[in-house]
């Protein structure tokens, strides 16, 4: 699957860490958001350790964008809390066990790879200003 609960989340939390002016704790964030604190920060952290967020300890901690808006690709953001880069198809993202051909000989393939070239392209070119304007 493309977009999980987590790049969901992940592009929520920027929506609203953008607005804010100060850095804004997970809590505050996903009481705001209505997610659950454990899984918000688990995502918040990945974003932090791929750069995407600066994060704050102690008692006025919390997270801010770590760039401008501009600079922060969906691609980016997404493989961050993913772990890898998202697939549209199991095929596209190197899985040996394709299940539509067990001899390895998809017929399809080159097209997936290609609408997969796509979707990386255009998730790479969309950044959160781009989303903010919407």
Do not use: H, W
């Not at 929520?12 to 997970?26: R, Y």
């Not at 990945?46 to 969906?74: C, D, H, R, T």
């Amino acid at each position: 699957m493309l977009i999980t609960r987590a790049s969901e989340y992940a592009i929520l939390s920027l929506i609203v860490l953008s607005k804010t002016s100060s850095p804004m704790d997970s809590e505050t964030l996903s009481r705001e958001l209505s997610i659950s604190k454990s899984f918000l920060a688990k995502i918040l952290q990945a974003l932090a350790k791929n750069k995407v967020l600066i994060s704050y300890k102690g008692v006025n901690g919390g997270f801010s964008l770590a760039k401008n808006p501009s600079e922060i690709n969906m691609l980016k953001v997404m493989s961050s809390v993913e772990g890898k880069v998202p697939a549209v198809f199991d095929c596209t993202s190197g899985n040996k066990d394709c299940p539509s051909d067990k001899a390895n000989i998809c017929a399809i393939l080159p097209f997936l790879n290609k609408l997969q070239g796509k979707i990386d392209s255009f998730l790479a070119d969309l950044t959160l200003a781009d989303i903010l304007e919407d």
